[in-house]
């Protein structure tokens, strides 16, 4: 499975920015969805995932800014950012689940400073 992410970029604190990924395999292949970010220095950490029925789980410092969905029939998922802080700073990684096996996409950078 490949995972193309896209979105990234510059933003103010206080503002939204949108990240997709696109997969090369069916969606409703692919048993979870989701987000991991690595800031520099730091190690790679859990943002949300999104199951294949579209149930949602995400990290207690994003609950109520951050909101991920998924277009199963799209292969495609996407995690809309609010209310950004500098300490959302990272690179944000793409990651699928097919039959029990992790693949992750190409990080795009999410920088937050005013």
């Known amino acids: 499975v490949q995972l193309q992410a896209s979105g990234g970029g510059l933003a103010q604190p206080g503002g939204s920015l949108r990240l997709s990924c696109v997969a090369s395999?069916?969606?409703?292949?692919?048993?979870?969805m989701g987000w991991f970010r690595q800031a520099p220095g730091k190690q790679r950490e859990f943002v949300a995932r999104?199951?294949?029925?579209?149930?949602?789980d995400y990290a207690d410092p994003v609950k109520g800014r951050f909101t991920i969905s998924r277009d199963n029939a799209k292969s495609s998922m996407s995690l809309q950012m609010n209310n950004l802080e500098p300490d959302d700073t990272a690179a944000y990684f793409c990651?699928?689940?097919?039959?029990?096996?992790?693949?992750w996409g190409n990080g795009t950078q999410v920088t937050v400073s005013s």
């Open positions: 990651w699928a689940v097919r039959n029990g096996m992790d693949y």
């Open positions: 395999e069916s969606g409703f292949s692919l048993q979870s």
């Open positions: 999104i199951g294949r029925g579209l149930n949602t």
